[in-house]
């Protein structure tokens, strides 16, 4: 059995799905349900025995203690967390409690349970950390992209707080031994996301005929991953890595923001045209964010070299994908 958290939650939903249309071995789903959290992505899994749902947070100590003495886990894969930027600047202690409290106590409450592991299955075990890029600061269009030897530099409160939480994670693996692998993804895109990030944005407010409000230039440059790759690639991860490793995942698709816009516009002007003409008169540029990074840019060749992975999706057919999934599902604008 796999212990997922955050399983409720963007990439978390997309994992368990992709996980359990390619496996049987069961999942036990620990999330909290917060805004994020939509237990309604799952519902097809409401009768199937692979998937136990706990909702429950990663700051409970007496939970997290219970769940591992009851269901034994052989791995932990960490995805629970506060992300959006804008968010932890308006409210950034929520983002120190779930994203450095909650990985100490599951971090701690892991190293207990893996102690008194049995041999074979303590030697096996591993507890898989997903992070972010944004930990590595910001780049200028000439600097050659993030390696996994990049110093961390995290310019908001979101990316501080997951730094924080990846040097515990290493810390864990340094003072206990405790085999932990941490990831760093790039801006994850696909299904099921909370329309608060800027791909679901744009799609449901151009949908309903609103504006499409582009922090000042819209230049800035990010680098994209389909979800499903991403998911892809932390099973092969958890697969194939050695305790203490750390691996980018990359898209390698970098593109600026309003780019992005200008494709979705035309995709949505393909898929489901508007009578008053194109998507594109509703960009509207609006004032930038505190302290926002210019270019965020993912070497991820060492996953590639030593674990064989790339991205299946291109930049092209996941947008399509994903335009196309959310004008047939019902979202929240």
């Known amino acids: 059995m796999l212990l997922i958290t955050g399983g409720a939650g963007f990439i978390g939903t997309n994992f368990v799905l992709d996980w359990l249309a390619h496996f049987d071995e069961p999942i036990l789903n620990l999330d909290v349900l917060t805004y994020a959290g939509n237990l309604n992505n799952l519902t097809h899994l409401a009768n199937d025995d692979r998937h136990i749902f706990v909702q429950g947070s990663i700051c409970d100590t007496t939970l997290l203690t219970r769940l591992l003495s009851e269901h034994r886990p052989r791995a932990i894969i960490h995805f629970a967390a506060e992300s959006h930027v804008d968010r932890s600047i308006l409210s950034p202690e929520e983002f120190i409690q779930t994203n450095i409290v909650g990985t100490f106590r599951l971090l701690e409450t892991a190293r207990r349970y893996w102690d008194e592991l049995p041999d074979t299955p303590k030697a096996q075990f591993r507890f898989l950390h997903i992070s972010t890029d944004e930990v590595y600061g910001s780049l200028a269009a000439n600097n050659p992209p993030f390696t996994e030897t990049k110093c961390y530099e995290p310019n908001s409160p979101y990316s501080a707080s997951k730094a924080a939480s990846d040097h515990l994670v290493r810390a864990y693996y340094h003072t206990y031994g405790l085999p932990v692998i941490t990831t760093h993804c790039s801006n994850n895109y696909g299904p099921y996301q909370f329309p608060e990030k800027l791909m679901p944005l744009m799609i449901t407010h151009a949908l309903a005929g609103k504006p499409l409000p582009i922090y000042g230039d819209g230049r800035q440059i990010r680098d994209w991953l389909y979800v499903t790759d991403h998911c892809s690639a932390v099973r092969r991860v958890l697969e194939a890595s050695c305790p203490g490793a750390t691996y980018n995942i990359g898209g390698w698709n970098e593109k600026t923001n309003i780019d992005i816009v200008y494709q979705i516009c035309d995709l949505l002007d393909e898929m489901q045209p508007d009578p008053k003409g194109s998507y594109r008169r509703l960009i509207t540029h609006i004032t930038d964010r505190p302290?926002?990074?210019?270019?965020?840019?993912?070497?991820?060749?060492?996953?590639?070299?030593?674990?064989?992975?790339?991205?299946?999706?291109?930049?092209?057919?996941?947008?399509?994908?994903?335009?196309?999934?959310?004008?047939?599902?019902?979202?929240?604008?």
């Open 291 to 333: 302290g926002h990074d210019r270019r965020y840019a993912i070497d991820a060749s060492k996953i590639d070299a030593e674990l064989g992975w790339r991205p299946a999706e291109t930049l092209e057919t996941g947008l399509r994908k994903t335009v196309a999934w959310y004008t047939k599902h019902a979202v929240s604008k």
